[in-house]
């Protein structure tokens, strides 16, 4: 089975961008996502395709995708930012999430 | 607007059958380029994908889990749902249903339900 790997957390400065990497073996010949969960909420989509974001996400997140490695960016870190984010993709019928990145905004 | 609602036992003894539906209001299960699926979270943990079903019927299931799973859809009522047998404590885990949307190797969640805390204990 595709196994994607997070780190288990990462720390921003607010106003800071954070940067969360996703990997997997050439993942960057496959699409790429990433939903953001707060504590006793549903995931949400915050970036599809890569590098799209649904309606209703701020500009603040992106993404990219290249080699082994997808990474989501957030630039001008705010404290609602704070959460859980995790990556999927799609490998040969079976949708692989990501183990969770804890995102804090110190 | 589309919304999805999980419903079913939320404490199911060790070694029964898990069961839920999901139920699809404010729009047709039946619809091109969507999947339906069954997503779960284990307290305190990350997100495990338990299997899709399209409206048809076709289905693709977790291997982790293939042996204990049945997902089936049913169009009349607009609703799909998730039995999983032989359960045990490691099966307790909030359980969500989510719509799968994509194409051209494209697929993600666009639309989750709220999620349904299932316990599994005698």
């Known amino acids: 089975s595709y196994e994607l790997t997070q780190p288990p957390s990462v720390s921003v400065f607010p106003g800071q961008a954070a940067s969360i990497n996703c990997s997997g073996d050439?993942?960057?010949?496959?699409?790429a996502c990433w939903y953001q969960q707060k504590p006793g909420q549903s995931p949400v989509l915050v970036i599809y395709?890569?590098?799209k974001r649904p309606s209703g996400i701020p500009e603040r997140f992106s993404g990219s995708n290249s080699g082994n490695t997808a990474t989501l960016t957030i630039s001008e870190t705010q404290a609602m930012d704070e959460a859980d984010y995790y990556c999927?993709?799609?490998?040969?019928?079976?949708?692989?999430f990501g183990g969770g990145t804890k995102l804090t905004v110190l | 607007q589309l919304q999805l609602q999980e419903s079913g036992p939320g404490l199911v003894k060790p070694s029964e059958t898990l069961s839920l539906t999901c139920t699809v209001s404010?729009?047709?299960?039946?619809?091109?380029?969507?999947?339906w699926d069954w997503i779960r979270q284990p307290p305190g943990k990350g997100l495990e994908w338990i299997g899709s079903?399209?409206?048809?019927?076709?289905?693709y299931y977790n291997t982790s889990l293939k042996s204990r799973i049945t997902i089936s859809v049913d169009t009349s009522k607009n609703q799909f749902s998730l039995k999983l047998n032989s359960v045990t404590a490691a099966d307790t885990a909030v359980y969500y249903c989510?719509?799968?949307?994509?194409?051209?190797?494209?697929?993600?969640?666009?639309?989750w339900g709220r999620g349904t805390l299932v316990t599994v204990s005698s």
């Open positions: 989510a719509r799968l949307r994509g194409g051209d190797d494209d697929w993600h969640f666009d639309l």
């Open positions: 404010g729009g047709a299960i039946s619809s091109d380029s969507y999947y």
């Open positions: 079903i399209y409206y048809s019927g076709n289905t």
């Open positions: 050439k993942l960057g010949d496959k699409y």
């Open positions: 395709q890569d590098t």
């Open positions: 999927q993709t799609w490998d040969t019928n079976t949708v692989p």
